[in-house]
Every structure is written in C-alpha cells, then in structure tokens.
C-alpha cells in the first residue's frame, strides 16, 4: 500500500481492489481519522491537528485482505423486480428476464463505497454476464428505491436524481434519512442480498 | 425563546457552521462556512463558541425585526449595516435593542457577508449542522421573507471589544494560493503551468466548486482513473483540462484527477473572490 500526503491534513492511501474494506476497518477502528473514505482502490484519510505520514504508514502496514475474516453486517433488502429496463437487459445480455432475476438476487454484493448523492452506495460483486455499460442517454428522473446497475456496480437510488443506470427494479424501503441516528442504511463494507417479493 | 423575522431576503442567504463531519463515506459533504475566517471572527467577537451557526450570504439583501435585545457582528464581504435606518461598522460586536430592524446590503466587494448573533441562530439540525448543502439540499434551507429564526443563549465567553477594520478588506482583483501537489500530480504533462500562469475565477462557481478559466492542464493517461475520495480545496482537472477548486459543498468521491490542493486560508480567499478575479497559484511543501 502507498500513502501519500494529500494537502495539509488527508493522505490518499493506495491499494487492491480487495484489500479496500480491510483498509477502511482499520482506518476507522484507530479513531485517528475525521473522515474515511474508501473507494475503489483507494481509502482518503482526514485528521485534525498534526499527524505523520509515517504514523499512517505503520497502521497500514498490519492491514492484509485476510483480516476481512470479520466481513461486514449482512442486509437484506426486499425488491419487486420490475424496473423499467428489466427487458431491455434481458435482451442485451441473452438472458431470460426470470434469470436476470435469479442471477441477481442471489449473488451477495458487497457495498463499497459511497458518491453521487447521499446513501448512493456502489454495490460490486455483479455477475459478468450481467456487467452492461449504462444507458446512453440519462434519465432526468430517477425515483428513490430504484435498483438499477451499470458497468460492475449495482446500487439503490436512494433520492429522486437524475441517472443513467438500467433500472431492473424497486424496493420501498428507505435507503437514506437524514434525520435517523445511522442516516444510510448501507455502510462501505457491508454485504448486501437482494430478496424478490411480489409487492 | 427570542427569535428573529425576516420582512425581506433577496439572494442566497443560508445559516453555516463548522458542518457535517464523518459522513463522506456515506457521500455526504462537510459542508459549513466557505470564509471560515470571516465566520469565526463574526462568532469570537460576539462570544459564541467555535460550532455557533452564523448567515452567510452571497451579496444577498436582508432584514429582520428582533423581539429581544441582541449582539450581532457582520464580517466578511463588503456591506452596508443598518439598524433602524442607522449605519453601522462592520467587523466589531453591536448592539441592537429588542424591536429594531436590522438591514445589510452588499457592498462592492468581495462575496460572503457572515452575520452572527450571541448565543447563536438556530435552523435544522441535521446530522450535527445547521448548515445548508448545496449539493445534497439537506440542513436548513436557505432564508426567505417570512422565515422566522430562533436565538439560543448558549454562549461560550464575554463579548469582544476588538475591532477590525481591515479584516472587511476582502475580495482583491488578485489573489495568490498556496498550493501543494496531489497524489495524482505526476500524472499531469504540463503539471508545472499550473504555478506559473494565471488563473481566472469564472461565473460557474458556487459552493460546490470554483471553476477557473487559463492554460489547459493535460491529464497524461488515456486510462479512466479509478473514483477516489476527494477533499475540500482540491483542484480537481476534468475533461476540458480546466481547473475546478472544490468548496464546501464538492461532491464526496470523484472520478477525474486532482493535480493539487489549495490551503484553509486559500480557501478563504476564494470564498471571496468574483468572476475575473486573477489567481496564481504558489506551491507549498
């Protein structure tokens, strides 16, 4: 892992893929951070006061993917799979819509981090074959609860926005609350499993 | 409990604090006052502690009748301060009796006029702020006629007989930043123009991010860079090689490559700088 300075008080901690939700743990569980921040393949750190790269670089240095023994909570959310792009990726990827379903509400995702809006968790651990890039021109409404998925991510939208991802279905439980004591209902690092239900 | 009324509110006026902080990992920014200097002397000089809400407003005009007896401060941007029709100096603690009508105005320059009140102004909470997001719409929304605002008595010392008629000087056709290379920097062909050129702040700027207008920086790889947690005062390079500095409200994660971050006080300048401000960037170690 490479830590580099990142303006006077954040470093930019670089990793695999696989090591992110290790890293974030640790991160968090130091209690030295303001914020943490994984991403992709990359965790932000941010302090107050004085803090040493070097400080950071020996927190990282115990962290290693199998750590991950103590993987994340596990939630379930109920769906109607029903989106409005459900045939069109059927289609697309060969697939009956029934198996479309089947392949995603089977695999257990793994919510890896946050962006575009409040509670917008980029879930990964889509099957290949369902892996479609998004659609070419946006959508300037997406309702909140849409399940949809692009590229290798699938996610929830958990606010009325705008969005270019393939809608396959909805879910009427409440993704983001500002007011709640935990406003997102998905952390980075938990899994996360799709349940069909038919209203 | 006392409370203030709005009989006018033209412009983007919204209450800032110090933010919301430990949620960028949930894509929730930080938010707060983007002159945090401004906002911090308006609190100090009335004796509130450090996490006091104050008005922050964008050349915006305002007024409001008071039921109680209040110390204010005005800081920052360039404004005119009337209390029942009377002018008054900004940046020093003032008094306003119960059943007055306090009036600002913006002035010639600068940006972010910061209005504080003893014992501070309360809106929404909202995960540990009152302060209005931009980018998410969460917090208390911004001031409007009618709106009616609560004053708390929480106050944290005396008030200050300090006086600062320089700081209002704010909002200079020239700005230097101190800057200090990010992570990404060696990616950038040309990364060195960045500090050896000027900059121009442009209209599309606001508290999400400022975008200025100059020589096109050029991001080496042809490769998509990986999403990556960003931070307040980030320069980050989109497409169009231009330079947008993120402020309070930036987006929490972003996918183009950030070639440097700018100083708290560089920040605070920006807050305060129009379209055609001139910037030039300093590097910092």
Known sequence: MIVSAYGWQAALIECDPNEV???????????????VVPAECTVLVCWDGELSIA?????????????????????????????????????????????????????????????????????????????????????????????????????IYPLNSPGGWNLIGTTDVQMFDASAQQPSLLLPGDRVRFVPVSK | ?????????????????????????????????????????????????????????????????????????????AASVQINGREHEMSRAIFVAANSTVAIRPGNQGLRTYLAIRGSILGNLVMGSHSYDELSQIGTPPIKAGDQLSISNQVAGSISGDYFPNFAVSGQAEIQLDAKPAPRWSGFSNGQTLFETEYQVTESSNRVGMRLSGPELIWNSKERLASEGVITGAIQI????????????????????????????????????????????????
């Open chain 1, 21 to 35: 939700s290790a890293l974030n743990s640790a991160c968090l569980q130091s209690q030295l951070f303001t914020e």
């Open chain 2, 1 to 77: 409990m006392s409370s203030i009324s709005f009989s006018e509110a033209a412009g983007f006026i919204t209450l800032q604090d110090q933010g919301r902080i430990g949620f960028a990992n949930i894509a929730v920014p930080t938010s707060g006052a983007f002159d945090q200097s401004a906002h911090h002397l308006g609190n100090r000089l009335v004796g509130n502690f450090p996490g006091a809400c104050s008005i922050e407003s964008l050349r915006g005009s305002f007024k409001f009748l008071t039921d109680t007896d209040l110390v204010i401060s005005v800081t920052g941007a």
């Open chain 2, 238 to 285: 989109p497409v169009d090689g231009m330079p947008l500095i993120f402020g309070p409200d930036h987006p929490t994660t972003g996918g183009y490559p950030v070639i440097a971050v700018v100083s708290r006080h560089s920040l605070n300048l920006l807050a305060q700088s129009e379209p055609g401000t001139k910037v030039r960037f300093r590097k910092a170690r």
């Open chain 1, 55 to 155: 400080r950071i670089e020996k927190l990282v240095s115990s962290v290693t993917p199998a750590t991950e023994a103590n993987v994340g909570r596990l939630v379930e959310i109920p769906v109607r799979y029903d989106g409005q792009d459900l045939d069109q990726v059927a289609k697309r990827t060969g697939l009956s819509k029934s198996k479309v379903i089947e392949l995603h509400s089977s695999t257990t995702f793994t919510a890896a981090f946050a962006g575009f809006a409040p509670g917008f968790m980029y879930c990964i651990g889509l099957p290949e074959v369902l892996q479609l890039p998004r659609r070419s021109t946006p959508r300037v409404k997406v309702p909140a609860g849409s399940l949809a998925m692009a590229d290798t991510y699938t996610a």
